[in-house]
Structures are given as C-alpha cells and as structure tokens.
C-alpha cells in the first residue's frame, strides 16, 4: 500500500501560481509511474500530468506550456508547478502512483487537495 500526501492548494488569483507537493511512502525510483489528475464539480476526473521512471513526462492539452511536474527521488516527492492559472483550472487535485508487475496494474491516489483560481 502506498499512502500519498497532497499540500499546496489553495485560493490563488486568475494568471497567479501554485506549487502542489505529493510526498510517497515509499521510493518513487520503485513506482513506475506518478501523476496529478483533477476532478471539476460535476465532472469526471481527468489526468493533468504523469512522469515515468525513466523520466517522460506527460501533460494534458489543457495545461501543456503552463503546467511543470518534477520529481525529487531522494525525497520521493513529486511537484506540480502551475503558473498562468485560470478560473478552468478550479479543482480538486490528487496525486496518483502506479505500481506494475508482470501480473498487476495498481493504482493508489491521495486525499485531494482543492484549487480554487477566482477573483
């Protein structure tokens, strides 16, 4: 069982920044992959950004050239650095692992953490 921790939120002005942390509780060197996805009131949640181990990253057209995701092995920490933020941008963000093996694919989410972007 991997437990994820999400911090950062928060309420933040339309063009303002927020940097999300997602700290693991165990190596994410050992996870093949991390990401942040989203869920708007009243919509599914969407995938907004995933890194691999071997360090490709992934964005989703909605956030691609605003949004950065990183990754601290030694802190198994991943970040979701977001500038130029936008009311569209108001959700709840959850990191998520996933662990593979030959006979599995598991998935393992946080708590969430809320992004308001409003004036």
């Known amino acids: 069982q991997v437990q994820l921790v999400e911090s950062g939120g928060g309420l933040v002005q339309p063009g303002g920044s927020l940097r999300l942390s997602c700290v693991a509780s165990e190596r994410i060197s050992t996870l093949y992959r991390m990401g942040w996805y989203r869920q708007a009131p009243g919509k599914q949640r969407e995938m907004v950004a995933t890194?691999?181990?071997?360090?490709?990253?992934s964005y989703s057209n909605s956030v691609k050239g605003r949004f950065t995701i990183s990754r601290d092995n030694a802190e198994n920490t991943v970040y979701l650095q977001m500038n130029s933020l936008k009311p569209e941008d108001t959700a709840v963000y959850y990191c998520?692992?996933?662990?593979?093996?030959?006979?599995?694919?598991?998935?393992?989410w946080g708590q969430g953490t809320q992004v308001t972007v409003s004036s």
């Open positions: 890194t691999i181990a071997g360090g490709t990253t």
């Open positions: 998520n692992a996933q662990k593979r093996s030959a006979a599995s694919t598991v998935n393992f």
